[in-house]
């Protein structure tokens, strides 16, 4: 089973940037469709972006042209580039995996929290 870890999260003035990582353990994250989503307080949990593959990646329209997913050629971390972040963006984010078969993300990460000030 695979199991997740975010990390990179913290405190970022509006208009700044943030890389947040997302590593593996029990398995390689390889065949996986991994996606990050937020959670904001008092709003329910949003989807940000997923990747299957390099040329396969979709994103919130919020976010589309400021947030990049990526992933490493080993396939055991996925990465969130965030920049241009404005407040409205602050939120626990986390990671998930799926296989692409599976209709939900069932395996999840703790969260990291990203907060920008205005």
């Known amino acids: 089973q695979v199991q997740l870890v975010e990390s990179g999260g913290g405190l970022v003035q509006a208009g700044g940037s943030l890389r947040l990582s997302c590593a593996a353990s029990?398995?390689?994250?390889?065949?996986?469709?991994m996606g990050w989503f937020r959670q904001a307080p008092g709003k329910e949990r949003e989807f940000v972006a997923a990747?299957?593959?390099?040329?396969?990646?979709n994103y919130a329209d919020s976010v589309k042209d400021r947030f990049a997913i990526s992933r490493d050629k080993y396939g055991n971390t996925v990465y969130l580039q965030m920049n241009s972040l404005k407040p409205e963006d602050t939120a626990v984010y986390y990671c998930?995996?799926?296989?692409?078969?599976?209709?939900?993300?069932?395996?999840w990460g703790q969260g990291t929290q990203v907060t920008v000030s205005s």
């Open positions: 998930a995996a799926k296989t692409r078969s599976e209709t939900a993300f069932r395996v």
């Open positions: 029990g398995r390689s994250l390889s065949g996986f469709v």
């Open positions: 990747t299957y593959t390099a040329s396969s990646t």
